[in-house]
């Protein structure tokens, strides 16, 4: 792909959600090069192996880049990062607040020598504010920005399935961002910093709540949550689940007409005990018959009945099958799966490269730099690469 052909990336990031962003570039064009320290590199090589031989998220989230090794506690690897920093458009990293600076290679420092750079910072909780140097992961994010208080029941909150802060609150947010800093870029000749925090970019899904932020309402008890008989889930006879999303009348009582239940059309928005005992009716019909057959049952109707895809049957979905989001990296020793970016599919992507082993590009990207072999051999000596 080739909307961002031309554009230079160095990744400082780890794990998942500067990895994920960066996979996001290279899909469309960009050049990635992944910047891994002289010791451990990125934790997710060793702990990302899915125990079956069908994934590794490593791989997965890697593909395509280049890779390099550089000890940013030496005066080399900084000088050798700088050089790197005057032909690139965008910089991103994932440390706590400040690390960038103290080795020094924070904006202020990249920006005296390159003014057209795009500089991302992902984070927790942002440059600034009383948590900004606290550590934390995806759960304390969801928990502090309001998206694990509205999920679950009443007695407890229920740990999502998906790092939502991590890929929402950070990837996507930050994805975001430096498409607005490319732009301004282009416009004015000039970069910009990016402070994402990953709390920031949650509470925009606290856009539904905006209304309710100063009332009582307890988790549980929002439409949206669970506690409504037409926006649920529900279980089938064969132990698997289907979701029903007959939020607007009409669905509700085309729903209600197709499983011979008008009894109940006054019943959509149901609370308390009266949802209980709704739920419980809508729920016996459901138990009535196997998942696929009440799939068959739906099929031609709009009464918002979808499947529940578990982790298994995710991949032969015949709409994700035919989005085309799901890929493959082929090596000589394996087979993975991977993701494509959600933003653009408009031209096609070839055959993808393996994840690069822990510095592999190291020599080629100095010389590129303008480095000679001497000179590379010289910083090696020094543990600076």
Known sequence: MTLLNGIRVLDLTRLLPGPLLTLYLVDLGAEVIKIEDTEQGDYLRWMSLAGNGSG???????????????????????E?????????????????????DKLGVGYDAIKSINPAIVYCSVSGYGKDGPYAGKAGHDLNYIGVAGSLGVTGSKDKPVIPGVQIGDIAGGSITAFGAIMLGLYHK???????????SMVDGLISFMAPYLPYLKTDLKRGEMELTGSIPCYNVYRTRDDKFVTLGALEPKFWSRF?????????????????????RVYNEVQKVFL????QEWLEFFRDE????????ELDELLDDPHIKHRGMFDY?????????????????????????????????????????????????????????
């Open 329 to 385: 990296i082929k090596t000589e020793e394996d087979k993975f799966i991977t993701i494509r970016n959600p933003f653009y599919k408009g031209e096609p992507q070839g055959d993808h490269r393996r994840a690069p082993l822990i510095g592999e590009h190291t020599v080629e990207i100095l010389k590129q730099a303008g480095y000679t072999d001497q000179q590379i051999e010289e910083l090696k000596k020094k543990k600076a690469v």
């Open 256 to 276: 209600l007409q197709m499983i011979n239940r008008m009894d109940l059309i006054e019943e959509q928005l149901a609370k308390g005990e009266d949802f209980k």
């Open 186 to 196: 282009q416009k004015t000749g000039k970069g910009l910093y990016l402070d994402i």
């Open 288 to 291: 009535s018959k196997t998942r």
């Open 302 to 309: 709009d009464v918002c009945v979808e499947p529940v895809n």
């Open 80 to 100: 050798a990062f700088q050089r790197l920093s005057r032909e690139a458009d965008i910089i991103v990293e994932g440390f706590r607040p400040g690390v960038m």
């Open 56 to 78: 590794n998220l490593f791989e997965a989230l890697n593909r395509d880049k280049k890779g390099i090794k550089l000890n940013l506690k030496t005066p080399e690897g900084v």
